[in-house]
């Protein structure tokens, strides 16, 4: 069993995401924490119970950042064009959801549970990186202590999704995103090189909302919204996986090709928010920024068939792929 903590801004993707981690018979949810971004933090948050109520997922959920890890940024920008006002597609979610919440902030519960089970917990984070950063912040030494961080986020060799230079998560929270990258743990990233090869038809979500359980019927309802929005705006049918990719990496990265070198994030300007890896492999730069930074894992390719494979398995059967 793999233990895992789902940080996420759900959001239609991170909704999938978190179906996929809650069924998969070989991963172990043991708490999702909420981040602001597709939505402000009240909304994610009320998304995340509503999810788990409507779902029966019994991990706890513990609230976290609404602003930037940086104070003097300007947090105030979600995705209602992607997400829908309420960030789940205009569905309609309840506004009062009788669900609990956990008492600590999303960072404190991250390190509580780092703590408690050295070694052995993944966190796999699909928002913004702000509670990841506040946790490294108020206790650094978790970072010899998680399992493996795997994140959904960046443009490498690609352009953004928000700028031509960054993408959703980065561009959001770009400080925080650095200060998880150059930290002493393992990371592995999945960006848009690989996410935006991966997408769902409508037909293929109709078809699994045919062979699955009543969980479906939701998920592609409140997935309307967004597969409209890529439909419209980008000119692509269908649902495009990005957080899900994250997922499926835990237990199938053999789907994926990864590139190994320091990752740092440009912080302001023109190219605020971009993600720059430094390979291992290949030239070499003296005096640079990436100096002494670890070397993370980034995913440059995918075999986007064999991710959808793992996601049919994992929702419609609740079998391991
Ligand atoms: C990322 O941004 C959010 O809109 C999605 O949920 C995903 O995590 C894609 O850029
Ligand atoms: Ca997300």
Request: hydrophobic letters at 45%; aromatic letters at 6%; a negative charge.
């Amino acid at each position: 069993m793999q233990k895992v903590i789902f940080d996420t801004d759900p959001g239609v993707d991170d909704a999938m995401a978190l179906l996929y981690l809650h069924r998969h018979p070989d991963i172990e949810l043991v708490g999702v924490t909420t981040v602001f971004g597709n939505a402000a933090i009240e909304l994610t948050t009320r998304n995340a119970q509503f999810l788990h109520q409507e779902w029966g997922i019994a991990a706890p959920i513990a609230k976290g950042a609404g602003a930037a890890f940086d104070e003097a940024r300007d947090s105030a920008h979600y995705a209602p064009a992607v997400h829908g006002e309420d960030g789940l597609g205009n569905i309609g979610v309840p506004l009062d959801i009788d669900h609990p919440l956990d008492e600590r902030s999303a960072a404190q519960f991250i390190i509580d549970m780092v703590r408690a089970d050295p070694g052995n917990v993944t966190i796999v984070a699909v928002g913004r990186m702000t509670n990841l950063a506040l946790a490294l912040k108020a206790d650094p030494g978790i970072a010899a202590l998680v399992k493996e961080v795997v994140i959904m986020g960046g443009a490498f060799d690609v352009n953004g999704n928000v700028t031509p230079a960054a993408e959703a998560n980065i561009h959001g929270d770009p400080e925080a995103a650095d200060v998880v990258f150059i930290a002493p743990w393992k990371v592995t990233i999945l960006g848009l090189d690989v996410t935006m090869k991966t997408r769902m038809s409508s037909d293929e979500m109709a078809a699994m909302v045919k062979a699955g359980g009543p969980e479906l019927k939701l998920l592609s309802d409140l997935s309307q919204f967004y597969i409209d929005f890529y439909r419209q705006r980008v000119g692509l049918d269908g649902m495009v996986l990005h957080d899900s990719c994250a997922c499926v990496y835990l237990t199938e990265p053999h789907l994926f090709d990864v590139r190994t070198g320091p990752v740092r994030v440009v912080c302001g300007g023109l190219a605020d928010g971009k993600t720059i890896q430094a390979p291992d492999q290949g030239r070499k730069f003296i005096g640079s920024a990436w100096d002494g930074v670890p070397s993370q894992s980034v995913c440059t390719d995918v075999r986007a068939e064999g991710v959808l494979d793992a996601i049919r398995a994992v929702l419609v059967e609740g079998r391991a792929p």
